[in-house]
T-cell receptor, first 115, second 112 residues
Framework: ETGVTQTPRHLVMGMTNKKSLKCEQH?????MYWYKQSAKKPLELMFV???????ENNSVPSRFSPECPNSSHLFLHLHTLQPEDSALYLC??????????????FGSGTQLSVL | TQLLEQSPQFLSIQEGENLTVYCNSS?????LQWYRQEPGEGPVLLVT?????EVKKLKRLTFQFGDARKDSSLHITAAQPGDTGLYLC????????????FGKGTKLSVKP
């Protein structure tokens, strides 16, 4: 148990569906992140939030829409995804924005399949 | 462009054997982290190395940061089935944002 909880654990959706991924951290951290993990690729940073303000959007397509209502909760809204978007989506948090030696705490991820 | 190369990509060994996995880059990092990820779970931080030449030990795991802070290695002594997992290295580029760059990982399987 890392203190970062993601739901759902698994999600299958069609290309026309709208769904949302949820992340909650119980660690009192100020920064939260969305990462994408695909087979045979390094973890890709998608979005960064610090004190619920977005500080980085790593050229992510607009079919992915993040929302951070407060420092403990992070959502990823999905709309008209493509099959190549199938991946493990990981949420993470850290005390502050990553600096030298700062630790990332990951959730268990949502395994997404787009049909 | 991948900045961190991990090798080998896959490693399958018997319980009790020793192994070393590598993380190499042409870039300098302010710090480097090693994570282990088990199937169906997110990565869990094992260690952070900050100083060039630094060596850290975590039970049977020994981590080393290269003198020039461009590479790192992880050595496991007497591997056990519980060591099975994906080992990821991640380099921090520094600055206030300090984005982490991840390697593709080494998938380790330790057979009883």
């Amino acid at each position: 148990e890392t203190g970062v909880t993601q739901t759902p654990r698994h999600l299958v959706m069609g290309m026309t569906n709208k769904k949302s991924l949820k992340c909650e951290q119980h660690l009192g951290h100020n920064a939260m992140y969305w990462y994408k993990q695909s087979a045979k690729k390094p973890l890709e940073l998608m979005f960064v939030y610090n004190f619920k303000e977005q500080t980085e959007n790593n050229s992510v397509p607009s079919r992915f829409s993040p929302e951070c209502p407060n420092s403990s909760h992070l959502f990823l809204h999905l709309h008209t995804l493509q099959p190549e978007d199938s991946a493990l989506y990981l949420c993470a948090s850290s005390q502050d924005l990553l600096q030298r030696g700062e630790k990332l705490f990951f959730g268990s991820g949502t395994q997404l399949s787009v049909l | 462009t991948q900045l961190l190369e991990q090798s080998p990509q896959f490693l399958s060994i018997q319980e009790g054997e020793n192994l070393t996995v590598y993380c190499n880059s042409s870039s300098v990092f302010s710090s480097l982290q090693w994570y282990r990820q088990e199937p169906g779970e997110g990565p869990v931080l094992l260690v952070t190395v900050v100083t060039g030449g630094e060596v850290k030990k975590l039970k049977r795991l020994t981590f080393q940061f290269g003198d020039a802070r461009k590479d790192s290695s992880l050595h496991i002594t007497a591997a056990q089935p519980g060591d099975t997992g994906l080992y990821l290295c991640a380099g921090a580029r520094g600055g206030s944002q300090g984005n982490l760059i991840f390697g593709k990982g080494t998938k380790l399987s330790v057979k009883p």
